[in-house]
């Protein structure tokens, strides 16, 4: 069969390559942005921390959720953010066992450097975002040898993920699937396998959809794929799809437009369709509580990578519940665990 599942979880080594961006956080928030100095004298509001340190939204959100989930920092009962114990006997200027100047050693890497870039300017340091803006000048999506190495890239993931995906989700009752920003297409054609009744759309930029098309002729499922080259931002549909797949792709976007999206594709699916976000998920935060989660921690660093390459970040899921509530989707409560800390959130359209 062309979608066997691999022998072993991907989940510790994908961990283990993203862990060094926890690192430069830590070296960012001991260094540029001098979180022990800050609190050094008590706990501040999220709003009065991020304004002290001058980051931006974004850049705090991913800056503060990764030295929390290093368990650096809390939220107290006043919904103040505070050092832990660690954190203020490691990281306090005032501290005889901090270890201000040995974390800051890192400072000297380029690496942290670009970190340090990123969380000042909320932007990527180097030249390549992979997103696309139709107003947003060239994209690095639609370089034919960049995109065509990043859809292959994310296909030899959906590899390991895709079977999971398929074993999780029952589309039986369906009968059109819209993958935006399918790339590769590996989830629709592992759904496609599983389902002989459904059909598929993949909109995304043309490399990555020739890339779909490779791998779709290649497991004899391209008569019922449709490829479709647009912008995932204003695309509309000319069929009715009764199912949305919105698989890694929300978190390359910030929180207004991954919130836009959702709405945009709820707003055509069909009645009772189904919305569903395939993600890494960061812990949720109680309501009122500042947006600074707990981590888990290798998707603290996942955040952190996207944040340094694209517009976005990994989103909670009280994010991603807000969203499906926002566009009219009542979310279910059962979520799915997949391999590479993939959440599947599934929201129906009333
Ligand atoms: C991170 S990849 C995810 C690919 C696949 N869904 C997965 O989970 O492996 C994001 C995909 O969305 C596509 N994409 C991002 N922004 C887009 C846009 N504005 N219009 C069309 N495609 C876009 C990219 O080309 C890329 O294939």
Known sequence: MHFESPELDPTQILDDLRADKLSLLLVAGTTAFDVGQALDDGPLAYEALRQHLQLPERS????????????????????????TELGREKLSPKSKFNLRGYIGLGAFGADAQNMIACLKHDAPAGDISFVFHEEGGPSALDDPETSD?????????????????????????ATHLLDIGGGHGLYTLALLEKHPQLSATIVDRQPPLAV??????????????????????????????????????????NASDA??????????????????????????????????????RPVAAYSAML????????????EYQSMMRSAGLLAEAHIAQVPAHGSLLIGTKA
Do not use: K, W
């Open 60 to 83: 705090a959100n991913v800056l503060l959720t990764g030295l929390r989930s290093m368990g650096l920092l809390d939220v107290d009962s006043h919904q103040q953010i505070d050092l």
């Open 149 to 173: 190495a990043l859809t292959r890239a994310m296909a030899a993931r959906a590899r390991n993920v895709a079977p999971f995906v398929a074993q999780e989700l029952d589309l039986s009752t």
């Open 212 to 253: 779909a098309q490779e791998y779709a002729q290649a497991a004899g499922l391209s008569e019922r794929v449709e490829f479709v080259y647009g912008d995932i931002h204003t695309f509309t549909a000319s069929r009715a799809f009764d199912t949305v797949l919105l698989a890694n792709i929300l978190h390359d976007y």
């Open 259 to 296: 919130e836009r999206l959702v709405q945009h594709y709820a707003r055509q699916l069909s009645n009772n369709g189904r919305a569903i976000i395939l993600d890494a998920f960061l812990n949720s935060v109680p309501p009122g509580s500042p947006p600074v989660s707990t981590g888990p």
């Open 307 to 318: 944040f340094s390459i694209c517009e976005g970040r990994c989103f909670r899921l009280d």
